[in-house]
């Protein structure tokens, strides 16, 4: 029940990563050379993309105001590009009921990266604590929690994600629970695979000779070391928990319908395709684009702290 | 590997019961009652309490548990509280349907995968190769209901080439399958590009090559045995992830699966198809992953010798 690709990444890095371009074989810096042109702008392209996004996301509902409850007969439907009664441009149309898309994909994409980074803050520190204590202790506590880890991985997560959020109840809390708790496994695998690796090295033992306690131990030597491999998994995680909150708002289980997520706008589109394309088609471009540099930034990171893992 | 075997088969029990357990107690903790909820909220509160007692739902909870696991035991779950039906005969025609349309995804995303990552791998950095890449990036991140509305959208509404909905004809069964098949798709496709890529300097394949045989049946021949076992394994182990998919991809195809018949159900708090649902799902589920484990051990002589 080892999902393998989880289990790689979490063996693959034995300690805090070194960057292996920018150091010679005696551990000193050696003459630096620079990426490559392309690599630099595998990171900085999709850093921006997403910079635009969170500054669309913070500033935009501000400045369009968005009405859930406002409707304007006149102006149903509208393609992007549409004047509307009151004189305004709707630059991306209008929906069913003639409310300007461009507000509420911007109030979209607040929800999304509002519920993407509640989301991987809870399940990343809770995943961190139960791993890191799993890889501590050992024995049973380990066994029992790693065991519950490796069953809920097996399962589909928006299979226990639709159940989870079936039983709690459609509010924004509540899907940020749903989803730490499909995505806490993760984490704490990675954190666990890192403590085991970390807890017996020379500096660990080291300060265990000299007198240092657990606590001290898991914090100036443990928690350093996992620190960034769970930083690379959190970037490469945020991707998926988007996806998974669009499509638990798809089936009406996610956002409540008051606040628009990308996910409802584009299940609303769906019985106006025929007529009305761009209410599906926009925000899922939009989704897509989003979940797409995330994505790139996540594997770049994920090459960048540790060259073994490179997967090209 | 017969003790292996065994404690395998012990834990997955455990695990069944423990999902038992967690969907009865966890379905009525949600908000509303089912008496109500098909009554209507202005019905008779004499009506609703007689419901209640047909349904069985006036004992106390824990009372209620031990008669759900003593029918469970033989595969009886109750009546359907929404569909005039029993929930064993609901969920055994949906889970079908489901399995159709898996198997069918399923079988795409490993002729396609094996065949796009051959591509890919014998050029690596090519024109293919980067197109591949890009489109594999692309299927993963895509969000499947998004891929499957628009996928409506080209050939439904705008091209009428096959039906949006139903499952009546072979040709409603494109969209969906292709939809579900996607992720998966590129999880394969990149597997084998690698695996490629990793064997293609082998001794072996320089051997082949040298002995003059030509490319793809060096390709084809020699170095794809060699990465059957492995891809196989992990595409088994994601067919687990294609039944969850199944959900999203027969909400927006209208297909009467397993996946959707759980989400109405629990919409209407039908407590005995839910608890069906789930019962059944989670034992595919553990039958796979116990079925794809023996297989890996069997199949991988390192392994064996260690179990």
């Not at chain 1, 996301?57 to 004047?83: C, E, K, Q």
């Not at chain 2, 834990?11 to 423990?18: C, N, P, Q, R, T």
């Not at chain 2, 998919?245 to 397993?258: H, N, Q, R, S, Y």
Request: glycine share 8%.
């Amino acid at each position: 029940m080892t999902d393998p690709v989880t289990a790689s990444v979490a063996l693959g890095t034995p300690g805090p990563p070194v960057e292996a371009d920018t150091t010679g074989d005696d551990g000193r810096p050696a003459a630096v050379p620079r990426r490559p042109r392309r690599r630099r702008l595998r990171l900085w392209i999709p850093l921006g993309v997403i910079a635009g996004y969170v500054v669309a996301g913070l500033i935009g509902p501000v400045l369009a105001r968005y009405d859930p409850i406002a409707t304007s007969v006149t102006d149903r439907l509208r393609p992007p590009g549409s004047r509307l009664a009151d004189g305004s441009l709707a630059l991306l149309g209008t929906d069913q009921v003639g409310r300007d898309l461009l507000p509420q994909i911007m109030q979209g994409a607040r929800v999304s990266i509002l519920v993407g980074a509640a989301t991987l803050l809870l399940a990343g520190v809770v995943g961190a604590a139960i791993g890191i204590l799993c890889g501590y202790l050992g024995g049973v506590v380990d066994a029992v929690l790693m065991r519950l880890a490796d069953i809920q991985l097996a399962f589909p997560s928006i299979l226990l994600a639709v159940f989870v959020a079936a039983v709690l109840g459609s509010s924004v809390t509540n899907v940020v629970l749903t989803l730490s708790i499909t995505t806490w496994p993760i984490f704490a695998r990675v954190a666990r695979a890192q403590t085991l690796a970390t807890k017996s090295r020379d500096f660990a033992n080291a300060a265990r000779t000299l007198g240092a306690g657990s606590w001290h131990i898991v914090r100036h030597c443990v928690l350093p070391a996992v620190a960034s491999p769970l930083m690379v998994i959190a970037t490469v995680q945020l991707g998926f928990v988007i996806v998974a909150e669009a499509s638990l708002s798809f089936l009406s289980l996610g956002i409540p319908p008051g606040t628009p997520s990308w996910g409802t706008t584009i299940a609303n589109g769906r019985d106006y395709l025929a007529s009305a394309w761009w209410i599906a088609t926009i925000p899922g471009l939009v989704l897509a684009l989003f979940v797409v540099c995330v994505g790139v930034l996540g594997d770049e990171l994920r090459d960048r702290s540790d060259p073994n893992l490179s997967t090209r | 590997m017969l003790r292996y075997a065994l404690r395998r088969l012990a834990i997955s029990a455990l695990v069944l019961f423990g999902a038992a357990t967690v969907v009865f107690f966890a379905m009525r903790q949600v908000d509303g009652d089912p008496a109500v909820n098909q009554l209507g909220p202005d019905a008779d509160p004499a009506a609703v309490e007689a419901l209640r007692r047909e349904y069985g739902l006036d004992a106390a909870p824990v009372v209620q548990y031990v008669r759900f696991l003593q029918r469970a035991a033989t595969f009886d779950f109750g009546d359907s509280f929404r569909l005039n039906d029993a929930a064993t005969s609901l969920v055994l025609t949906h889970l079908t349907a489901t399995a159709a349309l898996a198997a069918t995804a399923f079988t795409i995303a490993i002729v396609l995968g094996f065949a796009l990552g051959a591509l890919a791998a014998t050029r690596p950095n090519g024109i293919v190769d980067r197109v591949v890449s890009v489109l594999s990036m692309l299927t993963q991140s895509l969000p499947s209901f998004w891929v499957g509305i628009m996928l409506i959208l080209v050939f439904s509404r705008w091209l009428h080439l096959l039906p949006s909905s139903g499952a009546g004809s072979p040709a409603a069964m494109v969209m969906p399958a292709v939809t579900l098949a996607l992720p998966l798709l590129s999880v394969v496709l990149r597997l084998v590009r690698s695996g490629l890529l990793d064997v293609l300097h082998e001794d072996y394949v320089v051997t082949a090559r040298a002995k003059g045989l030509s490319e793809t049946r060096v390709v084809g021949w020699h170095a794809m045995r060699n990465m059957l076992i492995p891809v196989v394994t992990v595409a088994g182990l994601e067919f687990g992830s294609l039944l969850g998919g199944a959900v999203i991809v027969e909400t927006v195809f209208a297909w009467p699966g397993i996946g959707r018949l759980m989400t109405d159900a629990i919409a209407a708090r039908d407590y005995s198809v839910v608890q069906a649902c789930v019962i059944t799902v989670a034992a595919v589920f553990i039958v796979i992953n116990l079925v794809v484990d023996l297989l890996y051990v069997r199949l991988d002589p390192r392994v064996r010798e260690s179990v």
